[in-house]
């Protein structure tokens, strides 16, 4: 295995900072393609929290080579303050270990303005990456080379990152280095594939890797989807398996405290408290806006329509253990549409918004399993609910993770893994 890609399978959220993190360990370059800083990834070492929304989550290891890539947009402001606070913990970046896309284009003051005042009707961060890639479709763009002329302190401090990076990542393929691409957002916002028009601006599918990094498709050895055993979303947009409404979400504080009385109406079936209770145990807010997610079960319907857009030949499946507490489990396998069944997915919005999903109940656990480290060690219950989602998914979960630290993940294959 020689070059990975690791791309969320969902609405983003999957928790791809943490398995890159866990998979960089033995790469020697981390590469991200797509996308701004409307990205959030948060990675915890020990007892230290990292959260970055533009720089590849690899960063945190010294000795790889992170880059920047030609497909994302990148926010000079933004891209700085990452830098500054790394070397403010000791880390000393230096083009040896961060190199800028000299193609990628640079949002810039006018886009965010531009966002702030037309993104709210699709629910975007607000962060000027529609906008710039308006601009980038339109050729009217400014690209990072550009932007490094100029004379300011933003230009003088970047300056000496940007190259043209598809010449490095090329020439490390050709020698054989493990190359590891770091997925942003997930498939279900997606340009094309997504739930248009509550979507990205990019794609951040695995075809977008090959555009937004400049190589070519048969360089990809492995396409890894990251996916959650659950699911969740940021802003508007239909989402099937939701449990309780959007509004609800919205009206609910992240400093509130989880209740008995709150355990209770979940196992009662009421669906806005097993939203909560997943929002809840899985810390589900937002790392770049802080908002609170829109929660559900899984979806079946939505993760094998993934495993198709991206070819993905194994999935790391991500916070099974924000499951525990509930008695039933469910897992959605099928939609039903105007009285019909299908199990392929809807790109047409108005029938996937009257989409309701059917699903199949599996028992639940009552035990922290955030500390076990094999997989015989799950309690039953958890080892039947990872291999449902293989027999669903038809590929098998190569790394299970149970918890946000290194140490709280479990190798199931290694045959995926460098």
Same mark, same amino acid.
């Given at each position: 295995?020689?070059?990975?890609?690791? %791309?969320?399978?969902?609405?983003?959220?999957?928790?791809?900072?943490?398995?890159?993190?866990?998979?960089?360990?033995?790469?020697?370059?981390?590469?991200?393609?797509?996308?701004?800083?409307?990205?959030?990834?948060?990675?915890?070492?020990?007892?230290?929290?990292?959260?970055?929304?533009?720089?590849?989550?690899?960063?945190?290891?010294?000795?790889?080579?992170?880059?920047?890539?030609?497909?994302?947009?990148?926010?000079?402001?933004?891209?700085?303050?990452?830098?500054?606070?790394?070397?403010?913990?000791?880390?000393?970046?230096?083009?040896?270990?961060?190199?800028?896309?000299?193609?990628?284009?640079?949002?810039?003051?006018?886009? %965010?303005?531009?966002?702030?005042?037309?993104?709210?009707?699709?629910?975007?961060?607000?962060?000027?990456?529609?906008?710039?890639?308006?601009?980038?479709?339109?050729?009217?763009?400014?690209?990072?080379?550009?932007?490094?002329?100029?004379?300011?302190?933003?230009?003088?401090?970047?300056?000496?990152?940007?190259?043209?990076?598809?010449?490095?990542?090329?020439?490390?393929?050709?020698?054989?280095?493990?190359?590891?691409?770091?997925?942003?957002?997930?498939?279900?916002?997606?340009?094309?594939?997504?739930?248009?028009?509550?979507?990205?601006?990019?794609?951040?599918?695995?075809?977008? %890797?090959?555009?937004?990094?400049?190589?070519?498709?048969?360089?990809?050895?492995?396409?890894?989807?990251?996916?959650?055993?659950?699911?969740?979303?940021?802003?508007?947009?239909?989402?099937?398996?939701?449990?309780?409404?959007?509004?609800?979400?919205?009206?609910?504080?992240?400093?509130?405290?989880?209740?008995?009385?709150?355990?209770?109406?979940?196992?009662?079936?009421?669906?806005?408290?097993?939203?909560?209770?997943?929002?809840?145990?899985?810390?589900?807010?937002?790392?770049?806006?802080?908002?609170?997610?829109?929660?559900?079960?899984?979806?079946?319907?939505?993760?094998?329509?993934?495993?198709?857009?991206?070819?993905?030949?194994?999935?790391?499946?991500?916070?099974?253990?924000?499951?525990?507490?509930?008695?039933?489990?469910?897992?959605?396998?099928?939609?039903? %549409?105007?009285?019909?069944?299908?199990?392929?997915?809807?790109?047409?919005?108005?029938?996937?918004?009257?989409?309701?999903?059917?699903?199949?109940?599996?028992?639940?656990?009552?035990?922290?399993?955030?500390?076990?480290?094999?997989?015989?060690?799950?309690?039953?219950?958890?080892?039947?609910?990872?291999?449902?989602?293989?027999?669903?998914?038809?590929?098998?979960?190569?790394?299970?993770?149970?918890?946000?630290?290194?140490?709280?993940?479990?190798?199931?294959?290694?045959?995926?893994?460098?």
């Amino acid at each position: 295995m020689r070059t990975l890609a690791a %791309v969320g399978m969902q609405f983003g959220d999957e928790g791809k900072g943490k398995i890159v993190d866990f998979l960089a360990e033995k790469a020697d370059i981390v590469a991200r393609a797509t996308g701004g800083n409307n990205a959030g990834h948060t990675v915890v070492v020990k007892d230290t929290t990292y959260k970055f929304h533009l720089l590849p989550s690899g960063i945190i290891h010294k000795d790889k080579l992170s880059i920047c890539g030609n497909g994302m947009v990148i926010y000079p402001k933004q891209i700085i303050k990452e830098i500054s606070l790394l070397e403010k913990k000791g880390m000393k970046i230096t083009n040896k270990n961060l190199l800028i896309s000299s193609a990628a284009h640079v949002i810039t003051e006018e886009q %965010v303005e531009k966002d702030k005042k037309t993104g709210e009707k699709v629910g975007t961060t607000g962060r000027g990456i529609g906008p710039c890639y308006m601009d980038k479709i339109e050729r009217t763009g400014l690209r990072m080379n550009e932007f490094v002329k100029q004379d300011n302190e933003e230009a003088k401090k970047l300056r000496p990152f940007v190259d043209d990076t598809y010449v490095i990542l090329n020439e490390a393929i050709e020698k054989g280095k493990k190359i590891l691409v770091e997925g942003a957002q997930g498939t279900l916002l997606d340009i094309d594939h997504g739930t248009y028009p509550y979507v990205t601006s990019s794609n951040p599918t695995s075809g977008g %890797v090959c555009t937004g990094l400049g190589i070519g498709p048969t360089k990809i050895d492995n396409v890894m989807g990251i996916i959650k055993a659950y699911i969740t979303r940021v802003g508007r947009g239909p989402m099937p398996t939701e449990q309780g409404t959007d509004e609800q979400t919205l009206g609910e504080k992240k400093e509130d405290s989880l209740t008995e009385e709150d355990l209770k109406k979940a196992n009662g079936g009421e669906e806005y408290f097993t939203g909560k209770i997943l929002r809840k145990q899985g810390g589900e807010y937002g790392t770049t806006t802080g908002r609170a997610r829109r929660t559900g079960w899984f979806d079946a319907v939505i993760a094998n329509y993934a495993v198709r857009i991206n070819g993905a030949s194994n999935i790391a499946l991500t916070k099974l253990d924000v499951l525990n507490n509930l008695d039933k489990i469910k897992i959605c396998t099928h939609y039903e %549409v105007d009285g019909k069944k299908t199990e392929n997915f809807l790109l047409d919005l108005e029938k996937l918004e009257k989409a309701k999903p059917t699903y199949i109940e599996m028992p639940g656990w009552k035990e922290d399993i955030s500390k076990i480290t094999k997989f015989e060690g799950l309690p039953k219950n958890a080892k039947n609910y990872v291999k449902k989602i293989e027999e669903l998914m038809k590929i098998p979960v190569s790394i299970l993770s149970l918890g946000p630290k290194r140490d709280q993940t479990i190798v199931l294959n290694e045959k995926f893994l460098f």
